[in-house]
């Protein structure tokens, strides 16, 4: 996995709630092995059915086209569990979400792949969002190292995330290595559990 | 100290702690699909590794595959290299495979319960956010994503924070037409889409005890858009006697040893949950969504709501936008608005007990013109049971399709799709735009209720085709 240390870049505002994985990719888009996957984020809303960008869809305006960072409103990354959504986000190059809440699978799978995603309360978020807006230029530096948003003109906005997921993302660290490191314990709990719950495995 | 029935499922899969709070959750029962899988198992064969426990894991082809008599992997070119993709790796990884032609073939979340994989008290992923509904039966099931996929995979564990508990109590008894479906309908339609956010969801009461096992996996199923990874029913009685006997359920000396384990699995007397709902049944009506959020839920005796009547700025912005979606006028009853689509399918309502009740509003009915109604079972054997009953006659006759069992129009994704504006009433879970193919406008509802919206052109209060009896 890629590290996560301070990330400068365009912050783009898409401030309705409940945006779903659906919204970010659409089923018909992620099936298979997709090649260039960022091309489909939020295909419906970006591209009309000829596969032209619609210029009133917010990524496609040039001040906030190439965006790292996307401010949400609540709820975001509801609905399937799709990583899809995901890559998508990661493909188009966004590596953080500034939002209230997440839909859970989404944050979890945030998290495996790199992809920053920021809680923080409505009325901040707004802030935030209304910060990129009014700027001339809507750049926002997300630092991890010191918990820290830096907002186009000079506001300051801190912020936490539990230290396991800050450690293994600054780190680049993969879940997978802390879990191959834990086959003895594994091992242990399967003998015992073949004779304690023999129907689970199919005795 | 009283416990709650999550957390004894949870201290029986501890396989160890951390010092941060995080623990090892051992995993009984891994289900795969084929469009969320693919990437694991080329991260596992990058990484060379084998499959942990091949004996704990089911494979199945069910969304992306076409659903008309003599379908193959070739019957929709956009999906053919997925459906070959997953045969390749579960012939490299020795998996078990329901494919296609198989008995066993059928959207993952029935086939689960069905086969007697979930069972009460075990813990269950799939790549899939409908895992809940098998906590129908009493088992802690979730949705996970594909990088979690290659942690079963690998390891057979996943590396898990301990969630909050909450207890939906459901009192009371529903009235005539009102179906397990609208239960859960109604408590996302009273509380939102993202208050189970971060909660296990246990539904209880005595409504809940008095449904069937098929009606329980259908309130587990909607989990997801109430919030929650997982919700779960405590197994009892009724859970039993639906799996005994089933392909993968425990037999003979392992049912014996099985069945004390699960009795003392329901919750104890004062355990606590970190919130508590109560659910009033007896106020519930038939129900039908009508904007784009599952939490768009109103009577079907009520009107559209207007955008000014929510009270929160960003509901009445979504509300607007849904109205302008759907092509609705606030303050029109929602009851009479035309249909293009009728779709019976899904996890959430695909069953025996759902085509059966759709039946009972069908027999001797037609489909109105000009409306396009299909019925796809939620599993092969759904199929079969359907057949064996004459229950495919009576949808035949009414001028239904009769297709083949996949995912289908739930998720538009196998060549099933509504045309863009094309108006679908559906007994699937999401009506998102797009979600029945881009365009399509989605209308939730019970199978009752959708049948009876086919046979009258139009959404409909099912109760009064009930009152009417048989045509
Ligand atoms: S039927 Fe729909 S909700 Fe259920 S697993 Fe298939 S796509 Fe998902």
Known sequence: MEKFTVLRGKAVPMMRANINTDDIIAAQAMMGKVERIGDRLFTGARYDSDGNERPEFILNQDRYRGSRILVAGANFGCGSSREAAVWALTGYGIRCVIAPSYGEIFHDNSYQNGLLPIILDEATVARIAAAIEGADEPVVTVDLERGEIRLPENGLVRFSIPEERRAALLAGMDELDILLTRGEALNSFQIRDRSERPWIWGA | ?471
């Open chain 2, 1 to 471: 100290m009283p416990l709650t029935l999550f957390e004894k499922i949870w201290n029986r899969h501890v396989v160890s702690e951390f010092s941060d709070g995080r623990a090892l959750i051992h995993i009984d029962r891994h289900v795969l699909q084929e469009t969320t899988s693919w990437q694991a198992f080329d991260a596992l064969r990058e990484r060379g590794l084998p499959v942990r426990n091949p004996e704990l894991t089911h494979s199945v082809i069910d969304h992306s595959v076409a659903t008309h008599p003599g379908r193959t992997a070739d019957s929709f070119p956009p999906t053919r290299d997925m459906i070959l993709a997953m045969r390749r790796h579960c012939q490299e990884f020795g998996l078990r495979l329901y494919d296609i032609d198989s008995d066993r073939q059928g959207i993952v979340h029935v086939i689960s319960p069905e086969l007697g994989i979930a069972q009460p008290g075990c813990t269950l992923v799939c790549a899939d956010s409908h895992t809940a509904t098998s906590g129908g039966l009493g088992a802690w099931a979730w949705g996970i994503g594909t990088t979690q996929v290659l942690h079963v995979l690998a390891t057979q564990m996943l590396l898990l924070r301990k969630p909050e508990t909450m207890r939906v109590t459901f009192n009371g008894t529903p009235g005539r037409g009102v179906f397990a479906k609208d239960l859960i309908l109604h408590l996302i339609g009273q509380h939102g889409v993202a208050t189970g956010t971060g909660h296990v969801v246990e539904y209880a009461g005595p409504a809940i005890r008095a449904l069937p096992v098929e009606g329980r996996l259908t309130v587990c199923n909607m989990s997801i858009e109430f919030g929650a990874r997982a919700g779960l029913i405590a197994a009892d009685d009724t859970t039993f006697q639906y799996l005994a006997g089933r392909e993968f359920a425990p037999k003979g000396a392992a049912w014996d040893a099985a069945l004390p384990e699960w009795r003392r699995l329901p919750s104890d007397d004062g355990a606590l949950y970190h919130r508590e709902l109560v659910v009033d049944c007896d106020a519930i009506t038939p129900l039908v969504t009508w904007g784009n959020s599952p939490q768009d839920v109103i009577a079907i005796d009520g009107r559209i709501p207007a955008p000014d009547s929510f009270a929160e700025p960003d509901r009445r912005a979504m509300a607007e936008r849904a109205l302008r979606y759907m092509d609705l006028t606030p303050g029109t009853p929602i009851e009479g608005t035309p249909i293009d689509y009728a779709f019976i399918g899904s996890c959430t309502n695909a069953r025996l007990s759902d085509l059966q009740e759709a039946a009972s509003i069908a027999r001797g009915r037609k489909v109105a013109p000009g409306v396009r109604a299909l019925i796809v079972p939620g599993s092969t054997t759904v199929k079969r049971e359907a057949e064996a009953s004459g229950l495919d006659t009576i949808f035949r006759d009414a001028g239904f399709e009769w297709r083949e069992s996949a995912c289908s129009m739930c998720v538009a994704a196998n060549g099933d799709m509504v045309p863009p504006g094309k108006r679908s009433i559906s007994t699937t879970n999401r009506n998102f735009e797009g979600r029945q193919g881009p365009g399509s406008r989605t209308h939730l509802a019970s199978p009752a209720m959708v049948a009876a919206a086919a046979v009258t052109g139009k959404i409909t209060d099912v109760r009064r085709l009930l009152d009417a009896g048989e045509a």
